[in-house]
């Protein structure tokens, strides 16, 4: 039998810590770095999966909790897995859905042991421990899994360093607990917004025989100088051969901060669940395609973009679909957005392949405006808070 | 110039009153008996052009009374007219909007002038007249416009006599405003559920130079027997080298009882308002997705069935996918639905072809069990209510 999983660098950048290479998965190759789309219930929302093909993504993410939830991971292993379930036959990823347990509004308990929880469909109680967030993962079976971990707020030292020593814990009972030998397990840097315990936590994963190295926990609300910070520190504790993977980040800005300082995968709900409000990417920063100026403009959302959607429509009918409350409004921006970043990714594995990706980021960077840093915490909080209610 | 409208007859259906034809359009042919999905905000709901060609649609629907509320013609005509603005490049027919002004809460006041009512959407007054109708439609584009025409209760006498006498007034004036060449202006036969009006109905009309006629004010509640009475007494009253339409209907046992009748095009939103219920048709009757018994099960919709929805997906995973919310559920139910009812019209074209459209009717019904009658006229009235209130 071949190896099920292999990390490849072809290139390391001279000028930043950017690199080229690929990881070889039993459904597949993925060219890094990359950006993957987020598909929580099993589906890229609003996509199809040749949609989410044509967006040029190489690999999607679910999230094994919320599918442990609906429709039971035993139930998508009677389907044939993951990969027929959703009748994607490229690579998968899924989360453990540590993240999600955290953030839900009847967590009842967490020590050692595990996550005892209410569900919030249905309202059964549950314990998720890392040996059984493992079982679902085998059972759903991506070609990539994550550890179970415990994720910390930024700025609470004392939550910070419980739930790092947690995790470190939890990830030696997932190691024991993995089988499939056709999945590749990694494992999750903790520490909050604290550099001595990032570099702690990745000083201690890197013992353990991991796949490849989630960093996790930013993100989450704290400034983003801050997750550059850490990820500054936390990077080169890792094993250099081993794939890096920015969980949650993919504003187009943060693309090339973080590919700059090593990172080689990324995920975000961002793209999809901006282009389900109206906002859209361009090179110049992102437009809301809701404001009253796009009623009667006929140009694309991108004129140099070569999705399906900016061949075909113009901001105009967008517009007119959002404000008409049409679904296909919501697949069109996101098939843009979606293939945006997918296509940023492209662009900087040609710029570090010939040279030239400081430039690139360069001349994007100057192009592009993003969001400014305080409506950007504002909505993170909003979100958070209605998450909370 | 060429003709920018013409119906041809191929065939006539020895032992029914089916024929196979085709109408050329400015934008291509259309092969009929046909079936036209609805795209009423100028998009055939969830779905991309792509996948609505992909269902071997040939023309769509849209509604010059929606689209004249929002963007408004002016804006679409700005835009390039209707069939750039939803880059449909094939035909298209609008509808004036005669029966949805009539449905309206906030109908105001009808005369022989035209209809006065408030926008659903703002609130402002607008007047609708014949002359209006036929600017708004030649504004939108499409290639067969319809009359604007005012409904009745099928079982009101003196209204469905007003009405009627109304819409044949109305009949003239459209004529008379109608200048666009390139469009072929349909008229709407009226009379409610009354023979003798339903004829002299479609003789008044007859005498007027329409490219082809629709039968309107039917399935709008009244038992079936009645809607297949009235266009066994509509039907031969009119020009038999005219296209015939039989409006808002798209059951598939009611698509063959119409094509017996002599009934050429039809079109209903049935298909995409099912799908998104979870309701999606097999050549046995109709499934209800969201039913547990298809929680866990394997099978496509239709094992018989070449649509990507069937080649692709479970019914557990589309059950999956409407029970978390998931937008792609209404999607590929909707691709599956247009792409049976579609699919059944280019089998009843075939079988007219070769001579054997009865035996075909008769194997088709004998297998597909219909919605009972009962529950179709509780449906619907309860959606009468519902939009009433």
Redesign the interface.
């Known amino acids: 039998m071949q190896t099920p999983f292999r990390f490849t660098i072809h290139k390391q950048d001279r000028s930043t810590r950017a690199r080229l290479g690929r990881m070889d998965t039993p459904h597949g190759a993925v060219e890094t770095p990359v950006f993957a789309p987020v598909g929580t219930?099993?589906?890229v929302?609003?996509?199809?999966?040749?949609q989410v093909e044509e967006t040029g993504a190489s690999m999607v993410l679910a999230n094994a909790f919320h599918l442990y939830l609906?429709?039971g991971a035993e139930?998508v292993a009677?389907?044939?897995g993951l990969h027929r379930?959703?009748?994607w036959p490229h690579p998968v990823l899924t989360d453990s859905g540590g993240f999600q347990v955290f953030s839900l509004e009847n967590l009842r308990r967490v020590n050692d042991e595990g996550v005892l929880f209410r569900s919030p469909i249905d309202g059964s109680e549950h314990l998720m421990t890392p040996e059984k967030a493992i079982e679902v993962e085998e059972l759903l079976g991506a070609d990539i899994i994550m550890a179970f971990d415990q994720c910390s707020l930024p700025l609470d030292r004392a939550q910070a360093e419980e739930a790092m020593r947690r995790t470190h814990q939890w990830a030696e009972r997932c190691l024991v607990a993995h089988k499939r030998p056709d999945q590749a397990l990694f494992g999750i840097v903790q520490g909050g917004a604290y550099a001595d315990l990032r570099v702690e936590s990745a000083y201690t994963l890197s013992e353990m025989p991991f796949a490849g190295y989630g960093i996790g926990g930013l993100s989450v609300g704290e400034p983003k100088e801050l997750m550059w910070q850490m990820l500054e520190v936390t990077v080169p504790c890792l094993p250099a051969t081993r794939p890096r993977y920015l969980m949650g980040v993919g504003a187009p800005e943060d693309l090339f901060e973080g590919v700059s300082r090593g990172i080689d995968l990324f995920d975000s709900v961002l793209p999809t669940r901006l282009a389900r409000n109206g906002a859209v990417f361009t090179r110049h920063g992102r437009l809301n395609l809701r404001n009253a100026q796009f009623?009667?403009d006929?140009a694309p959302i991108d004129e140099h973009c070569g999705c399906?959607t900016c061949q075909?429509?113009?901001r105009?009918?967008l517009?007119?679909?959002l404000?008409?409350g049409?679904?296909?409004g919501?697949?069109?921006n996101t098939i843009h957005n979606v293939t945006f970043l997918v296509g940023l990714m492209a662009e900087i594995r040609a710029a570090i392949a010939e040279d030239r990706f400081a430039s690139l980021k360069e001349s994007f960077l100057a192009e592009y405006t993003p969001v400014e840093e305080e409506v950007r915490l504002r909505s993170a909080e909003l979100y958070r808070r209605r998450r909370s209610t």
Chains 1, 2 share one sequence.
Do not use: C, I
């Open positions: 219930q099993a589906t929302k609003t996509l199809t999966p040749r609906r429709p139930t009677r389907l044939g379930f959703m009748a009623a009667t006929p399906y075909h429509f113009s105009a009918y517009r007119h679909l404000q008409a049409e679904v296909l919501l697949v069109l």
